[in-house]
């Protein structure tokens, strides 16, 4: 660490390279904040994926007007995979070295305006496309988009499709405002986190801002499912419209063939989704919804590992995600609070708490606080434990009982999406950490399809998925979305 | 490295070289501890004496008021915390504005520390304190006030006299810092009642590690180092007594030239500022009258101060930046917030102070450099519409 700039900064402080702005640009990032000082613009001119032009502004000292020179010098005419491969140590190599202690942010600053600038172009080229959901072909080619959270699943994931041979860009999806530290350009930032992981695996990453659809699929739904009295599961959500389509779209653009996320779970010949080799992570569950087209063209490299190895990988690679934490909760509820989150969002009305008779046993606060299966809250005492069976929000009822009201053996599922025959049926699972039960399943016409249990089970909620799987129990049928149950 | 034109004189200036003369005999051949009882003793102990008595002489003090110490943040430390310690212990609070050198607001910030309660007196937009403002905030429980006599930023010279009065009126020790007006602006303690006054060699032309304070007879003051009770105790520790010569020497010539000096440069100030004023959104910063002759302190809109600094040093000038700029996000300058200015607005400024060896040609040349470097700023910032 040194306390004075290389002649390399002064010199881009004194003549800057591609200093300015492009009118009309295929992209346009900011970066930078009022209360950091600091602010980096970059605009950028893409053609057929090659950085035609590239030009920046920036207020700051020194340090960060000679990284925005030397990084829009580094990226000058590159294809845009070359130039989203560029990393803060790249900058500072051409800076002649690292910059004097306390200035290193603004190597930070200039590489997240060029990303955003990036984001943008992806942004406006996508359009409505995406928001749609429509997809382009897929080329042929060893070359594949992965998704990256900047967990180590999805670390792991990029490094071992780069040691494969893979050509791999990497993306990370911008889905909403919940970030811890997303309001300053100063403290961590999933986004940059992941950036950063990919460039010091060498590899090229962009963001997609992918907030409106993921605002319109997802968090709309979750919402709206609790206000009908359903149980909604958003990581279902985002497989089945968000996540998939959106590194599908990435790929296309840059004509990669595959994509590929940190799940667990593989894709066998089909393509079928199969279960994985660690089966106490397996997310088949959560997968079902991801379109046939699209699993065809997915590779889920963590399907053939177990959770322990993949940190052993990441640790012996020296990724620094190896030790990051298990995320378990709902991305955008971090605290876990997902009541205290829906409440927020809509107005909840008071009603009954009933029994199966209808007899009135209490009151609620609003229909919003319950699902299928719940014990706790119902703020009714009786002799043996209540629990809710039935949500009716058209009503307002909260219908309780016994643990043996809650089995079902008959469940009407809907917006099926099968990769299999559905002949090959043999169990379906209703819940995440759920034991898959022997069931055979029926068209019952309306888009719906029934399937009868050979047992009961407890705690269906509507909402939830209903995911078939063959007879040995290893391959997804299809799944679907819990309509209605009964015994 | 090319020649620099230096335009950074409120940081330090450079050593005049008489002062240098001066101070060459107590680094070289004589030796002698000022505490000594030998020949070579008494010797040092003269050259001391004879500084002490230049240096009261610039404040029109007596030479037994003056205290030596290592500059002016060690002066504004011992007058500080020397009066909040050495006041009774019902006096738990003081009197601050919010324009003082960090020697001071950070003395200060140590007292809320320890318990004191500190009145923060703001300025209006021009940096200037409001007399009344700072009386009214004087109370019987009152250890200390202080002031400082001219900013160090903005140029801004405070109303010490009044400040001064009104503490003296009701028996409240009164402390200023006047390490950048000493040898601009004409200090008297007779005229100006003052307890303790802070001073410091290195912006007088002198050599950096020599400082001095002014202390009225009479003023308690609790040392903050202890030792061999060197200066009546206040200082402990062996005189630098070539730093000190060179203080002397420097307050001599200081005394002997103000008028001259501050003729001087007043003229290089206005020629600045009125080259200033041919660049548009560039604004002066502080008192337009009320201000200290060497002083130009702007505000260019649309730049950032460090890279303008920066630029500026490339081209062969320094000056000062009036914030600073770290991993942590930007300093704003207290000064300038207390002044009323946003933090964007505090970011954007540069301090441009010239001394009396700077002449009419380079401040002509480097108008000219300022204005390219701004341009060249302002066309690469996304703050500026020009």
């Excluded at chain 1, 004097?100 to 990303?115: I, M, R």
């Excluded at chain 2, 007006?181 to 200090?187: L, W």
């Amino acid at each position: 660490m040194t306390d004075r700039y290389t002649p390399q900064v002064v010199d881009h402080l004194v003549r800057p390279r591609n200093a300015g702005e492009i009118t009309d640009p295929s992209g346009r990032g900011e970066s930078g904040h009022a209360a950091c000082g600091d602010i980096a613009c970059f605009t950028v001119g893409i053609s057929e994926n090659v950085l035609e032009g590239v030009r920046y502004q920036v207020y700051g000292c020194a340090a960060c007007i000679a990284a925005g020179s030397a990084l829009a010098e580094l990226v000058d005419g590159k294809h845009v995979i070359e130039a989203a491969r560029v990393s803060k140590s790249d900058v500072e190599s051409a800076l002649g070295g690292p910059l004097p202690l306390g200035k290193e942010h603004a190597l930070t600053l200039v590489l997240d305006a060029l990303h955003k600038a990036f984001e943008d172009h992806w942004t406006r080229t996508a359009g409505e496309m995406l928001l749609d959901g429509e997809k382009g072909p897929a080329s042929a080619g060893k070359s594949v988009v992965a998704a990256m959270s900047g967990g180590v699943d999805s670390a792991v994931t990029a490094l071992l499709l780069e040691e494969a041979g893979y050509d791999v860009a990497t993306v990370t999806f911008r889905l909403h405002d919940g970030e811890k530290g997303g309001r300053s350009c100063c403290s961590p930032d999933t986004v940059l986190f992941a950036r950063d992981t990919a460039h010091r695996m060498g590899l090229a990453h962009f963001t997609l801002n992918l907030k409106e659809l993921f605002q319109r699929r997802v968090m709309q739904d979750f919402v709206g499912s609790y206000k009908e009295g359903r149980t909604p599961n958003p990581c279902v959500a985002c497989n089945a419209h968000v996540k998939f389509q959106a590194s599908a779209f990435l790929a296309d653009e840059l004509g990669y063939h595959h994509v590929a996320t940190g799940h667990y779970a593989r894709v066998e010949e089909g393509p079928a989704l199969a279960r994985p080799v660690d089966e106490s992570k397996d997310q088949t569950y959560v997968l079902w919804p991801v379109p046939r087209e699209l699993l065809a063209r997915t590779i889920f490299p963590l399907g053939e590992y177990r959770k322990s190895e993949v940190r052993a990988i990441a640790e012996e690679r020296g990724l620094a995600v190896a030790y990051t934490p298990e995320s378990q909760d709902i991305c955008f509820i971090p605290d876990g609070n997902y009541r205290k989150f829906v409440r927020k969002k809509v107005d909840a009305e008071p009603g009954d708490v009933v029994d199966r008779e209808g007899q009135v046993l209490g009151r609620h606060a609003g229909v919003v606080d319950f699902t299928v299966g719940q014990r706790r809250g119902i703020g009714v005492s009786a002799p043996a434990p209540l629990y809710v069976t039935e949500v009716r929000p058209r009503s307002g009822q909260v219908v309780v009982g016994s643990k043996r009201d809650l089995e079902v053996r008959e469940v009407g599922v809907r917006d099926l999406n099968w990769f299999l025959d559905p002949d090959e049926t043999a169990r379906v699972q209703v819940r995440y950490n759920g034991r898959p039960v022997v069931c055979k399943v029926e068209e019952a016409g309306d888009g719906e399809w029934v399937a009868h249990l050979d047992e009961p089970v407890v705690g269906v909620a509507p909402g939830q998925s209903a995911v078939f799987y063959t007879e040995d129990g290893e391959r997804v049928v299809g799944g679907g979305v819990v309509a209605r149950s009964s015994l | 490295m090319m020649e620099q034109v230096y335009l950074d004189n409120a940081a330090t200036t450079p050593l005049d070289p008489r002062v240098l003369e001066a101070m060459l005999p107590h680094l070289g051949g004589v030796r002698g501890n000022p505490s000594s009882l030998h020949v070579l003793g008494t010797s040092a102990r003269d050259a001391v004496e004879e500084a002490r008595a230049s240096v009261a002489s610039l404040l029109g003090a007596s030479p037994e008021e003056i205290v030596f110490t290592s500059g002016g943040t060690e002066s504004d430390a011992l007058a500080v915390l020397g009066m909040a310690r050495s006041a009774p212990p019902e006096k738990r609070h003081a009197v601050v504005s919010r324009v003082e050198h960090a020697a001071v607001r950070e003395d200060a910030r140590r007292l809320e520390k320890e318990g004191f309660e500190v009145s923060w007196i703001g300025v209006d937009t021009d940096g200037l304190i409001d007399p009344d403002e700072f009386a009214a905030a004087l109370r019987p429980d009152t250890a200390l006030a202080a002031a400082v006599w001219a900013n160090n930023e903005v140029g801004t010279i405070e109303p010490a006299h009044e400040l001064a009065g009104a503490c003296a009126g009701l028996g409240i020790p009164f402390h200023s810092d006047a390490v950048q007006a000493a040898g601009r602006v004409t200090i008297d303690v007779s005229e100006t009642p003052v307890s303790t006054l802070a001073l410091s060699g290195h912006k007088l032309y002198g050599p950096q590690g020599a400082g001095a304070m002014y202390v009225r007879g009479g003023v308690a003051l609790e040392p903050i180092v202890y030792g061999g009770d060197q200066e009546r105790g206040l200082r402990s520790g062996t005189q630098n007594v070539a730093g000190i010569v060179g203080l002397g020497a420097a307050a001599r010539l200081a005394r002997e030239e103000l008028v001259e000096r501050v003729a001087h440069e007043k003229e290089l100030r206005e020629r600045i500022l009125a080259g200033a004023e041919r660049i548009p959104d560039v604004h002066l910063n502080g008192h337009r009258e009320r201000r200290l002759s060497n002083n130009v302190h702007l505000t260019v809109t649309g730049v950032e101060a460090e890279s303008l600094v920066m630029f500026l040093d490339t081209l062969g000038y320094a000056v000062g930046s009036g914030s600073a700029c770290s991993s942590g996000g930007h300093k704003a300058s207290r000064v300038l917030i207390a002044m009323g200015r946003s933090e964007r607005e505090a970011f954007s400024v540069v301090r441009i102070t010239v001394g009396k060896d700077n002449t009419a040609e380079e401040v002509d040349r480097f108008m000219d450099a300022f204005s390219t470097a701004v341009a060249r700023l302002r066309e690469l910032s996304p703050l500026y519409a020009g």
